[in-house]
Each structure stands twice: as C-alpha cells, then as structure tokens.
C-alpha cells in the first residue's frame, strides 16, 4: 500500500515539470555568445539535477526526522524501536545528501565563474571561490548543516536529538535563500524574509506528509497521527500561499509582468498550489468519517500519493522559477540615496 515504487511517479513528474519550467521561463543553461567565458551546457544542466537531488535527500532526512520526533510514540523522552529504525535510515540518505552537496559545490563554481570541470577541481581556485565569493559563503554553510547531520545523528536516541536533525535541515536552507533571487530585490528584507517562510513551510509540509508514508512502510501509522497532521498541513498551507503571493509581486513588480514568461510560471505554480490545497482538503474530509483501519488507510494512501505527485509538480515549477530571469532586476525607480546605498 505504501510501497516505494508508488513515489517514483512523483520524482519523475518534479524532473519533467522542472525541465519544462526551465525551457518556458528561459532559465535552461544554454550557450553564451562565442568568446565569453563558459563552462558549458553540460555543467550547466549538471548543476540543476544535483539542486534537485540535494533537495529530494534533504526533504528525505526532514521526513525522517519528523517521523521520529512527532509521529512515533515516546517513552520519557526516547525513541521507541520505530523511531530508532526511522532515525537509522538518515544514514545512507544524508550521506548522499553530503556527497552531492560536495560535488555540485564543484559545479557550481564551474558553472558561476564560467571554466571547464576539470579546473574547477584545482583546490587552490576551489577554496578561494568558496572562502571569498557570496556564493561560496553559502556553500560552505550548506556543506558544514549536512556534515554535522551526518556525524551526529548516529547517536541520536532521544526525540530532543530528532528535534535537533529537523533543525539542521531546515538551517541548511536559509543560505541558498540569501543567495537567490530575493537577495538582489528591491524590498530586500521583505523578499527574504517572505522567501524564507515560504520555503520553510512549503518544506515541512511536504516532509510531514513523506513522514506518514515512511510511517505507514512500517505499519506504525495511526490515525490521530494523520489527523494531527492535517491540522498542521492547514497551517502549512497558508503561510506557503501568503509569503508566496508576497515574494511572487516583490519580484514581477506589476500587473502586465504576469505576461512574461517568469510570470506564466507564478501562474502554473500558483494552480497547482490550488490544487495541492483542494487535495489536502479533501483528504481531511474524508478522514473525519472513518473509523476502520482499512477503509481510511486506503484512503490516505490513495490520496495522498496524488498530493505528492501535485507537489512533484509544485517542486519542479519552483526550482524552475529560482533557476529563471525575473522580469524586473531592480526596482523601476530609484532615487539618489538608494542607489548610493
């Protein structure tokens, strides 16, 4: 019922949206005018599907981790033996999250300063790119949250330690925020700040619901779990579609920039947003009528696979839209103390 195969659907439709979104909004790597420097299209679309594998593991451990910490039952404080088996799966899945942070590290430096892959792997340019540019200020935190993820969630018995790796992983995000998009608009603190809180809640909410599928594998599932959940899921949903609307105008600036191909994207993410709403509301409908074990764990697996599949969708329009050129790179006008700050 909760079989892993049943997820590979939804992987695939977040690629296949992503390369999509890519080719509509204009953010597909492509060739640069000859004599440029370039690392190539190779690189270029190398960096995007190890963003997307970064992320896939980081929700993975979120979802493990909130499995632990919230769904499974405690005794004082510690794990019981669900949550000890769900806690020892972060291990080869961190440990992918680490190597493919570490690899696209070296991409992206490829891709950014625009050299080929094979100098980029020169350690001396490596650590000065990470050590000096903004960007690989971000890097080197995002590696530094996974390591300490990696090292020390193997001791981890209590539910305040499964707390802990939540924790991490959500931290692990906040870098790439400040070197996104928001972080060179106009309303800086608005656009990262709302960012911030849209992918935060966007990310629990999707490793909330895993968390039950990770849950309902092991037959440890239970109904009050998933109700709880979709209390929160509420919640989740709102702060997600209110920072977005305010982080999506921050950056088309005005109305007619709906029309551009950034905002065609807002638009395809904003209705299936709709219908990830739609979904989860029904979800929470049907659940209030069951009562026999069978009948609503059909039901949650059911329609919970077409929310996940929705948010492979939600996910792969997102990561399109960050990878994409916004209609305004600034704000229209400008007055002199600004532009001199």
Do not use: C
């Not at 995002?142 to 924790?167: D, E, K, P, S, W």
């Not at 925020?177 to 966007?202: E, N, P, R």
């Not at 697996?301 to 790179?329: D, F, N, R």
Request: glycine share 8%.
């Amino acid at each position: 019922m909760f079989s892993r195969k049943k997820l590979l659907p939804a992987f695939s439709l977040l690629i296949l949206t992503l390369v999509a979104s890519l080719v509509i909004g204009g953010g597909a790597p492509h060739s640069v005018i000859e004599g440029l420097p370039d690392a190539g299209v190779l690189v270029g679309w190398g960096v995007i599907i190890l963003k997307v594998l970064v992320q896939i593991s980081m929700l993975t451990t979120l979802a493990l981790a909130m499995a632990a910490a919230i769904f499974s039952s405690k005794v004082d404080g510690n794990l019981n033996q669900t949550g000890l088996k769900l806690i020892s799966w972060i291990t080869p899945i961190s440990f992918i999250w680490l190597v493919a942070s570490v690899i696209k590290s070296f991409f992206t430096f490829s891709y950014e300063v625009g050299i080929s892959l094979s100098q980029a792997f020169d350690l001396t340019s490596y650590l000065s790119y990470l050590s000096v540019t903004s960007s690989g200020n971000s890097i080197r935190w995002q590696i530094l949250f996974v390591a300490l993820i990696v090292a020390g969630h193997r001791n981890t018995r209590r539910q305040r330690g499964a707390y802990g790796i939540m924790l991490l992983a959500l931290l692990s995000l906040i870098p790439s925020i400040t070197h996104s998009h928001a972080a060179g608009s106009g309303d800086h603190m608005a656009a990262v700040g709302s960012l911030i809180v849209h992918v935060f809640a966007l990310s629990l909410w999707i490793a909330g619901l895993l968390a039950l599928w990770l849950l309902g594998r092991l037959d440890d599932i239970a109904l009050k779990d998933i109700k709880r959940f979709s209390s929160f899921a509420l919640w989740a949903a709102v702060f997600t579609g209110l920072s977005g609307v305010l982080n999506g105008w921050i950056r088309i600036g005005k109305f007619s920039n709906l029309f551009s191909s950034y905002g065609l994207l807002l638009i395809i993410k904003v209705m299936l947003f709709s219908l990830l709403v739609l979904i989860g509301l029904r979800q929470r409908k049907r659940l209030q009528g069951y009562f026999s074990n069978l009948s609503w764990k059909k039901s949650f697996a059911y329609l919970s696979l077409i929310e996940l599949l929705t948010m492979g969708s939600v996910l792969g329009v997102a990561y399109a839209l960050g990878q994409s050129p916004t209609p305004i790179s600034h704000p229209d006008a400008l007055d002199p103390s600004v532009t001199l700050t």
